[in-house]
């Protein structure tokens, strides 16, 4: 069965760079999560979408942007990358409420 | 402290053994979820059990939950080596709309062979 796709899988970024993850939700699910959990930590809700509109804001900084496009697939832009940006970022969705279903995460890491 | 608490923080045990894990959170939930994470891999959901169910299985697994503690617990029956994780609770807040989910600070689970 097809799974949340992430990409890339891995990412080594300079401080004050760009990045862009990108994540393709299982088919036919209506919302999208971004998750970051930094190292030894537990999942922190960044960001969410419902039906290509953004529903909710987690602990997102403001230097973080994310949208999500007309095929479903979304992408989280990270400018200005700090040192403590360096996490895993995982991708969720879910097709209503309840279980979510995750990718194998977007390792970042900022030198 | 943060929604979704759970201890231990670590548990080690021998194989074969049964491992209880809790979690303790805040606020009204619509349902309470267990996810599973192996080092550096994604989240993978175990159970979930809605506001109003008191207990539920699957396989070796055995939630409870507690609504008026605020508290639940996973229990791994006959645990196996291939158990070896971390174990995260998650809690869907009351309220509705698409806010995510809130997660514990999770339990590292070793199971010796």
């Known amino acids: 069965a097809a799974g949340v796709i992430q990409s890339p899988r891995h990412l080594i970024k300079e401080k004050r760079e760009t990045a862009t993850l990108k994540c393709y939700p299982i088919?036919?699910?209506?919302?999208v999560y971004w998750y970051q959990q930094g190292p030894g930590q537990d999942p922190q809700f960044l960001i969410s979408?419902?039906?290509?509109?953004?529903?909710d804001k987690g602990s997102i900084p403001d230097r973080f942007s994310a949208q999500q496009f007309s095929d479903y697939h979304s992408e989280l832009n990270m400018s200005s990358l700090e040192l403590g940006d360096s996490a895993l970022y995982f991708c969720?969705?879910?097709?209503?409420?309840?279980?979510?279903?995750f990718g194998e995460g977007s390792r970042l890491t900022v030198l | 402290s943060q929604q979704g608490e759970e201890d231990p923080q670590a548990l080690s045990i021998q194989e074969g053994e049964n491992a209880t894990m809790n979690c303790s959170y805040k606020?009204?939930?619509?349902?309470l979820q267990w996810y599973r994470q192996n080092s550096g891999r994604g989240l993978v959901h175990l159970i979930l059990i809605r506001s109003n169910e008191r207990e539920k299985h699957s396989g070796r697994l055995r939630v409870t939950l507690d609504t008026s503690k605020k508290s639940s617990s996973l229990l791994i029956t006959a645990s196996r080596a291939a158990d070896t994780a971390s174990y995260f609770c998650a809690t869907d807040a009351a309220g509705g709309g698409a806010d995510g989910l809130t997660f514990g600070k999770g339990t590292h689970l070793i199971i010796q062979p």
């Open positions: 969720a969705s879910s097709p209503g409420p309840g279980e979510l279903f």
């Open positions: 088919p036919r699910h209506d919302t």
């Open positions: 606020t009204s939930i619509n349902n």
């Open positions: 979408f419902y039906e290509k509109m953004q529903s």
